[in-house]
């Protein structure tokens, strides 16, 4: 049901040691920090999985109608007997909409950090779709810098949705499109899920859901920094701050301390004033044009775009 994980145990590269030097170097920076990839623990996963058929989060849902109702014209585009490489491939559950459709693939290249989910996806994927190679790749797909040899001679259709290009910086957007044209080649396709721009209030609420999960989701990495790394975070002096940055075009999340306190961490201490946040993610708007002028700094031509009003689902190709 997710955009990028159902539930999916950590990479093991993903060591508690990183984890450890990530949260010391983001607690001890000024403003405080966390990177949002850390949200996806087992628990995040599952969180993250209910997020997405809330009320007020819309992303999703516009995105799977969009996919599903304009899968003949964005297969229509793939170039023949092309592999479709998808970025953070989760579940596959958007991917298999447009295998569904598109009989001109040969190819299906999910690229995920989680190996043990992506194995059993494997096995499903080719049991619906015997005449594709499927083909999981097991690598972070912002470091990736190869496809596997199988489909070395195959033209390329990449596929990046869920609106995670999103969780970049502007410039680490453009930097990311700039390897995936690397990576798929000369003549390739990019399918890119992009939420877009909107009244703020209706963002907002996309953020702030009267269930409480996007709170829940936000403060589980709390819950997660005191089990895995010993620390003594009071999860009732913190609150789920989101809020739409119109001046920066995102969507901010912060875990805000209601009082001053200390929280230990392993050995060390961090202080927190009254008020005081931590960053954990900021989630990038664009508006069709804007994501547009991105794509063409990018090395990538715009090619077609279709849009609820709400999200939209750019295609792109080398240029
Ligand atoms: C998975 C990064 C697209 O930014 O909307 C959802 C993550 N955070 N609710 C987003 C998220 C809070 C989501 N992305």
């Keep these: 049901m997710s955009t990028r994980s159902a539930l999916r145990a950590p990479h093991p590269a993903e060591t508690t ?21 850390y949200f996806y623990d087992l628990t995040g ?100 810098t190869e496809l596997p040899p199988e489909i070395a001679v195959m033209p390329r259709a990449g596929f990046f949705p869920g609106s995670t290009i999103g969780n970049f910086e502007p410039h680490e957007a453009c930097a990311f499109l700039h390897r995936a044209g690397g990576i798929l080649g000369a003549g390739a396709v ?33 819950v997660r920094i005191n089990r895995e790394l010993g620390a003594n975070f009071d999860l009732a002096a913190f609150e789920h701050h989101a809020f739409y940055n119109a001046e920066r075009h995102r969507i901010e999340m912060h875990l805000a301390s209601t009082k001053r306190q200390k929280v230990r961490i392993g050995e060390a201490t961090i202080e927190f004033r009254a008020g005081e946040t931590i960053h954990t993610e900021n989630s990038y708007k664009y508006s069709v044009e804007s994501f547009q002028a991105l794509a063409l700094g990018s090395g990538w031509s715009p090619l077609k775009v279709w849009t609820d009003g709400l999200f939209s689902v750019h295609a792109l190709r080398t240029t």
Excluded at 20 to 34: F, H, N, Q, S, W
């Design 17 to 37: 040691k990183d984890f450890a030097a990530d949260v010391i170097a983001g607690l001890t920076a000024k403003p405080k920090y966390l990177p949002p990839k």
């Design 45 to 144: 996963s599952g969180l993250f999985d209910r997020i997405t058929s809330l009320p007020e989060y819309y992303p999703t849902r516009s995105e799977l109608g969009l996919l599903t109702k304009h899968a003949p014209e964005i297969a229509s585009l793939f170039p023949p007997a092309s592999a479709l490489v998808e970025f953070g491939s989760g579940s596959s559950r958007k991917a298999r909409i447009l295998l569904r459709t598109a009989a001109s693939l040969e190819a299906y290249v999910p690229v995920d950090i989680s190996g043990d989910f992506l194995h059993e996806d494997a096995v499903r994927l080719r049991r619906d779709f015997s005449h594709l190679s499927i083909i999981p790749v097991v690598a972070d797909f912002t470091a990736m």
């Design 190 to 222: 990019l399918i890119v899920g992009v939420d877009l721009e909107k009244a703020p209030d209706i963002l907002y609420r996309a953020y702030n859901d009267a269930e409480g999960v996007t709170a829940k989701f936000n403060l589980n990495l709390l």
